[in-house]
């Protein structure tokens, strides 16, 4: 698994056969 921090509170998981970004700040 991969873990990349994209700016802020954005994050990327990237695994063999799914990535996922989240960035869960809420105003």
């Known amino acids: 698994m991969d873990i ?3 700016g ?3 994050f990327r998981l990237r695994g ?3 990535t996922i970004v989240t ?3 809420d105003d």
């Open 23 to 25: 960035d869960p700040y």
């Open 4 to 6: 990349n921090w994209l």
């Open 16 to 18: 063999r056969d799914v």
């Open 8 to 10: 802020h509170a954005c």
